[in-house]
């Protein structure tokens, strides 16, 4: 009885030691903009680590899959915004890591129900959270003592894409390089990462990250600049389709947007219909839902991130963002509805 109890007492000391030791560390981040990117490339720059590029739809899966990762030891959240229709969901997903004492950073400047803020401290989630900065300038920020001083520019980048370069940080970053500098850079970034959206490009995102933790410029990155003159060229297309196909209601002016980014044709809307507020849209035909982005002029007086977060909820779909820049993913059959509701709502 004896030796059988000494036995039994090995298999279970070893079978705690054979589980696997948690040493990975991993960066989740938006996939779609120079901020996101710039922020998962200040990540790696001061943790190494891996990196997982993600669309606002496709976060909470991705987080999702993170509860069968069993080398999983420190993970990054950064500017992937939360709304109405996801926000518990990762609330309930960060809990169930935190239980196997997974460490986890959560850094984002859209806006957050003070709830979940709340809820996020309480199972103690680290929140590096300010909606007065960009994301990217938010990482610099706090890890700046293990960074690079080449990491400021790439900081200054997710600013200026952002159009947040002129907030308190950021604008004492931007003042370190010449202004026209910075800029062409940006927005060199910015078309390289527009024109790799497609899920067949994504390694290419990976790619950019990887060159910009090694302390690149944007310009320095092989074809960079030819990359961001075939974007330009494609963008040029747009404006003609924009005055022809757009529509103006009493409030915005609207447009579905059918062989390029709804994105990209956002500014041009807003700008040629006169209105403070734009909205345009591409069907996924896969998902049988609408992408839509929505931004406003700086005489926009609602907050659009707030409003369409509860508008596409209320029509099944989710969204959210900034005060003048925002997203959204509407059934296929509710966007027409969606665009009535928010020419309604901005009266009110």
Known sequence: MTIKSKKTSVRKRSAKTSKPERTKILCVSHMEDADGISSAALIKQAFGGDT????????????????NDEKLKKLFICDLGLNKENSECFVDILTELRKKSISITYIDHHNVDSKIITKLKKIKVKLIHDASECTSVLVYDAFKKKLSEHSIFIAVCGAITDYMENKPIASKLLQIYDRQFALINATVLTYNIVGHQRKQDIDYLYYLVDELAESKFPHDIPNAY??????????????????????????????????????????????????????????????????????????????????????????????????????????????RKFVSEINSRLSK
């Open 226 to 335: 030819a990359i961001a003159q075939i974007q330009v060229g494609k963008l040029a297309e747009i404006i003609s389709k924009v005055k022809a196909s757009m529509k103006i209601s009493k409030n915005l002016g609207y447009m579905e947007v059918v062989d390029s980014g709804a994105s990209g044709a956002a500014n041009f809307v807003l700008g040629f219909s006169g209105k403070d507020v734009a909205i345009t849209y591409k069907e996924r035909v896969d998902k049988g839902i609408y992408a839509v982005s929505v931004r406003g002029s700086a005489s926009c007086k609602t907050h659009l991130g707030k409003l369409v977060s509860i508008v596409s909820s209320e029509l099944g779909g989710s969204g959210g963002g900034h005060d003048r820049a925002c997203g959204a993913v509407v059934p296929k059959d509710k966007i």
């Open 52 to 67: 997982i590029l993600v669309d606002y739809p496709g976060m909470i899966d991705a987080l999702k899959d993170l509860r």
